[in-house]
């Protein structure tokens, strides 16, 4: 198995190495994306069709990169990211408002972050599903913090007597099952709605399960 190549100290062209490979690391992430989620897919893209697109040598993939997976490992990292920091960056407008338009400004604000690049769904809600076990386990992590995330804005409903007392992890984790089913057969076209029609049926699926009146 081809292992990650130490990549060459000193400055070269004007840049340090850090610089040089944070550079090489957001080109391969740009080609990832655009293989991934708008070209032929993860299972169908090539290494040397990847640098191709990235501009950069095998060789330099590897001293970023183990494999292909690992770069799509990265990605699906970067792309929930940018959906938790869209619903984080709301969180100071909407804290002191009612629970309904509190969680309805959560739910758009992460389909929005969602799907504010059309790559980032596809990676995050197809091109990842049976990749095989380490990126499954990756997935998993990546949703336990979902998890988190949305059992303490319940336990915040709850304790403002918005939603009754109940195991709301259990909930997250349901509520989350149901996103990645929903956002999935959005991305590959078996469901024929609008980003808000979307952000409407997850909205009423977690105002009822948290019985929080409209």
Same mark, same amino acid.
């Given at each position: 198995? #081809?292992?990650? @190549?130490?990549?060459?100290?000193?400055?070269?062209?004007?840049?340090?190495?850090?610089?040089?490979?944070?550079?090489?690391?957001?080109?391969?992430?740009? #080609?990832?994306?655009?293989?991934?989620? #708008?070209?032929?897919?993860?299972?169908?893209?090539? *290494?040397?069709?990847?640098?191709?697109?990235?501009?950069?040598?095998?060789?330099?993939?590897? =001293?970023?990169?183990?494999?292909?997976?690992? *770069? *799509?490992? %990265?990605?699906?990292?970067?792309?929930?990211?940018?959906?938790?920091?869209?619903?984080?960056?709301?969180?100071? +407008?909407?804290? +002191?408002?009612? /629970? $309904?338009?509190?969680?309805?400004?959560?739910?758009?604000?992460?389909?929005?972050?969602?799907?504010?690049?059309?790559?980032?769904?596809? @990676?995050?809600?197809?091109?990842?599903?049976?990749?095989?076990?380490?990126? %499954?386990?990756?997935?998993?992590?990546?949703?336990?913090?979902?998890?988190?995330?949305?059992?303490?804005?319940?336990?915040?409903? $709850?304790?403002?007597? =918005?939603?009754?007392?109940? %195991?709301?992890?259990?909930?997250?984790?349901?509520?989350? &099952? /149901?996103?990645?089913?929903?956002?999935? %057969?959005? /991305?590959?076209?078996?469901? +024929?709605?609008?980003?808000?029609?979307?952000? &409407?049926?997850?909205?009423? @699926?977690? *105002?009822?399960?948290?019985?929080? #009146?409209?």
């Amino acid at each position: 198995m #081809a292992g990650r @190549i130490t990549p060459a100290q000193g400055r070269y062209g004007g840049k340090d190495a850090a610089e040089r490979r944070a550079e090489r690391r957001a080109r391969f992430r740009e #080609a990832g994306l655009e293989c991934f989620g #708008a070209g032929p897919g993860y299972r169908a893209t090539r *290494l040397g069709d990847l640098c191709k697109a990235a501009g950069l040598s095998t060789r330099q993939f590897y =001293e970023e990169y183990r494999t292909l997976e690992d *770069l *799509l490992a %990265d990605l699906h990292l970067y792309v929930n990211e940018v959906a938790q920091q869209a619903v984080l960056d709301v969180l100071p +407008d909407v804290r +002191d408002l009612p /629970a $309904v338009e509190r969680i309805t400004a959560y739910v758009r604000a992460y389909v929005r972050g969602a799907t504010c690049d059309m790559r980032h769904a596809r @990676i995050a809600y197809v091109e990842i599903v049976g990749v095989g076990p380490r990126m %499954d386990r990756r997935r998993l992590q990546r949703r336990a913090v979902w998890i988190e995330m949305m059992s303490r804005m319940a336990g915040e409903a $709850v304790e403002r007597g =918005e939603a009754p007392p109940g %195991d709301y992890r259990i909930t997250a984790a349901a509520l989350i &099952g /149901a996103v990645n089913g929903l956002m999935h %057969d959005w /991305a590959v076209g078996w469901v +024929d709605a609008t980003l808000e029609e979307i952000a &409407g049926e997850l909205l009423q @699926i977690v *105002l009822g399960r948290y019985k929080i #009146a409209t």
